[in-house]
C-alpha cells in the first residue's frame, strides 16, 4: 500500500517537526522550514486571489533564490504546474514560452510586462490575511514543466508525467540522505537543479543554492554547511580544477558523500582528476534527459572499469540503431534510442513531437554504443544539437535570429572545441562586410538570445551557406574548420 502525500503535505510535516531547521540558503540568507512555509502559503493565497487555479502552469522568472523555492512551492499548494524559466530570458523568448504555457501569473516580470498576464516582481513578498479561506491539500497534475529549445527554432515545455506526490517512508532518491545537506551551484531553470533541489527538499535536506556559479564559493558552502551531496556539470569541475592547488585544497570537503555530475559529456582527463582527488566512491556520474524515459549512472569505482562510460540503466532499456532502425551489436555506434519501463508516460512535449519508433522506443538525438557489459558509450549528439556548458543550444534558433538582421544573407552555425565550457558557438555569416561588422551583429543577438545561445565568435564569409532547397552541412563545415589548415 502506498504511503504517498502530496509535495505540499510533506513539506508541512517537515515544518512541524523542526521549524527552526533551515530549509534553503542563498547568500548569506536563510529560510527556515516554518518560514518557507509560512511564505509559500502567503504567495499561495495571492495566486489563488489573482485567479491561479489548479492544474495551469505557474511561470517562474525569478534567479536563484530563495525566492524562487517559496514560489515553487506556493504553486504546488494550489495543485498548479511551476514553470521555472531564466530571469535572464530575452523577452521574445519569453512571450514564446509563455505562449505556450499560458500561466495567468508570471513572477520575476515588473507590472504591466506581459499585457493579458499578471505580472509580480522579484522582491515581491505577500501578506497574510487572516481571514483567507484556509488551503486545501493539492496535487498537482506535473510537478514541473522545464523549457528547452527545440530543433524548429522555438522553445518547448517538457511536462513531467509525475504528480506532486511522494512517500515519505521510501529511501530519498538521487542518493540523498533525509536531512543532509545538498550543495546547488547551478541555475534553478534547468531541470537537473530542480529535479535535485526540489528532490533534497522533500528529503528534509537543507538547500545551500549559490546565486550563481562561482568556483571558489562553492567549495566554501561545501565547507561551511558540511554539506553531504553536490551537484555538478562538468563545466563546473574544470573551473573548480583551475583554481590554485592552495585555493582547493583549502577548504574541508571530507564531508561530502556524493559528487553528481551531468548534463554534458565529462572529458576522461578531468574525471580521472575528480577521481584521484575525491576517492572514485565519492563520484557519480548520471545520464538522462528532462524526458525521464530513463536515466543510466556509474561510480567513479565502475568508470575506472569502463572508462568514458556514463553508466547502465536502472530500469528500462537501450538500444542502438542505425540511420534505417536496424539494431546495431556490442561495440557498434548508432542513434542512442531509450524505452523506459514505466507503465505511463513520463513527459509530454508542448511545442514539440517526439522522436519514436514502433515498439515504445525514443530518442533524444544521442549517438553512442553499448559494451559487451551493456555500459553505455556516448559520442556526438545528433540533429547538430550543440552543448555549450551543459545547456542545449540548436543552431536553427541562433541562424533564426541572425537572419532577421537585413545584411545577413544566410548563415550557420556550429559548435566548435572549448576548453572552458565544452564547445563554443561559432556563427558563419554570408554578409558583405561593409554593411555590417561582427560586433554589429553579436549585439542585435543580446536583444534576442539569452547569453548561452549567442556565439562566441563570428566569421563572414561571401559566398552562399545553403543549397537551392535551403540545407545545410553543419558537420561539414565544421570539419573544415577544424582542420589545422583551415581558418579557425
Known sequence: MTAAVSFAARLRELAAAAPGAPAVTCGGATATRAELDERSDDLAHELRSLGVEDGEMLTIALPNGIEWFVA???????????????ARLPRRELEAVVDLAHPTVVLGLDPGSLPGRTCLPVGHRSSHDPDAEPLDDAVSPAWKAPTSGGSTGRPKLIVAGDKSLTDPTLPPPLLLERDGCLVMPGPLYHNGPIVWSCYALLAGNHVVVLPRFDAEATLAAIATHRADIVYMVPTMMKRIWALPDDVRLGYDLS????VWHLAEPCPPWLKQAWIDWLGPERIVELYGGTEAQLSTTITGVEWLEHRGSVGRPLMGEISIRDVDGNVLGPGEEGEVWLRSASPKPTYRYVGAEARTLEGGWESLGDMGRLDEDGYLHLGDRSADMVLVGGSNVYPAEVESALLEHPAVRSCAVIGLPDDERGNRLHAIVEADPAEVATDDLLAFLADRLVAYKRPRTVELVD??????AGKVRRSRLRAERLDPSGST
Open 72 to 86: 515553487t512551492v506556493a504553486a504546488w499548494k494550489l495543485g498548479a504546474v511551476p514553470q521555472p524559466v531564466s
Open 255 to 258: 564531508s561530502l558523500r556524493v
Open 463 to 468: 559566398t552562399p551557406l545553403r543549397d537551392d
